[in-house]
């Protein structure tokens, strides 16, 4: 059960951890992607494509930002971890790629920390046609060797993050703020 030690900390599963970001710098990574997307030239023949569970909380701020346009959606469920440690992927659910035949895709995760999801993503999506694909996240280890389309927080490698996505044990993917356990 997560418990509020005070605003800037919380605990989950007898773990603490410290305010990394608050919803303020969170917002401004949100708003200054969705100005960047609006300015892409081809936004009309674009997929969004949303890695859950982790990419959902950014993902649904993004669409926020788009109240009136009619977008193409698409939503993937990967898993590349089993509880708290690394493992192989594993797919559980990702639509057909050749719905994603001669479109620009963007595809939204929490954070890019190895870069393997991406890139298991990209390949997926290469062998069918797509112009061009362009990965958005919030967040973004600091030896990670993909580089996003937008402009992510950089994260410590060593700092474990909840929140916006992100969560441990199971807890904590609906913080608006993202914390770093201590």
């Not at 001669?102 to 993503?121: E, L, M, P, Q, R």
């Not at 030896?143 to 969560?167: F, H, Q, R, Y």
């Amino acid at each position: 059960m997560e418990n509020r030690l005070n605003m800037y900390n919380i605990k989950i599963e007898g773990d603490q951890f410290e305010q990394v970001w608050g919803e303020d710098i969170v917002g401004n990574i949100v708003y200054k992607t969705v100005n960047q997307l609006k300015q892409y030239p081809h936004l009309d023949d674009s997929v969004f494509l949303c890695l859950a569970n982790g990419g959902n909380w950014f993902f649904d701020n993004i669409l926020k930002g788009f109240p009136e346009e009619p977008l193409r959606v698409e939503y993937a469920l990967l898993s590349s971890y089993e509880g708290s440690r690394r493992s192989y992927i594993k797919k559980i659910f990702f639509p057909k790629p050749e719905k994603f035949k001669g479109k620009h895709i963007f595809i939204f995760d929490d954070i890019i920390d190895s870069g393997n999801t991406a890139a298991y993503v990209i390949n997926k999506l290469l062998g069918v046609g797509v112009e061009s694909i362009n990965v958005c996240v919030l967040c973004k280890r600091e030896t990670a060797l993909l580089e996003p389309w937008n402009s992510p927080l950089i994260v410590d490698d060593g700092k474990w993050l909840v929140g916006c996505g992100m969560d441990y044990k199971g807890r904590g993917r609906n913080l608006g703020a993202i914390y770093g356990k201590i």
